[in-house]
């Protein structure tokens, strides 16, 4: 059964940082691209940042040059660093495996964790 878990939220002032963690279990984790995406509530889930398996890495608009997106094979982990937080940044983040770095579902490799909400306010 695949499981993915995601931590490492919680509510930030403007300007901080926070490291989120998403700890993968069930299948062949070092095989698979692996992504963030995020949702606030009205909006779609919109791609944060992905990562291949070789390391190429992908980036939203929005985040590139604050957040970094990295994985450890051997852990089944992938992380994603925030820094300079900002208000429009508050969303539930979610853990992917499988969609590629562009975030297009190639294949029924395509599973989600539950979420982590990130808030950042003063």
């Known amino acids: 059964q695949v499981q993915l878990v995601e931590s490492g939220g919680g509510l930030v002032q403007p300007g901080g940082s926070l490291r989120l963690v998403c700890e993968a279990s069930?299948?062949?984790?070092?095989?698979?691209?692996v992504g963030w995406y995020r949702q606030a509530p009205g909006t779609s889930r919109d791609l944060v940042a992905g990562i291949t398996r070789g390391g190429a890495r992908n980036y939203g608009d929005a985040v590139k040059g604050r957040f970094t997106i990295s994985r450890d094979n051997a852990k089944n982990t992938v992380y994603l660093q925030m820094h300079d937080l900002k208000p429009e940044d508050t969303a539930v983040y979610y853990c992917n495996i499988g969609r590629t770095i562009f975030g297009v579902k190639r294949s029924d490799n395509d599973y989600w964790g539950q979420g982590t909400q990130v808030t950042v306010a003063s």
């Open positions: 069930g299948m062949m984790f070092d095989a698979l691209p």
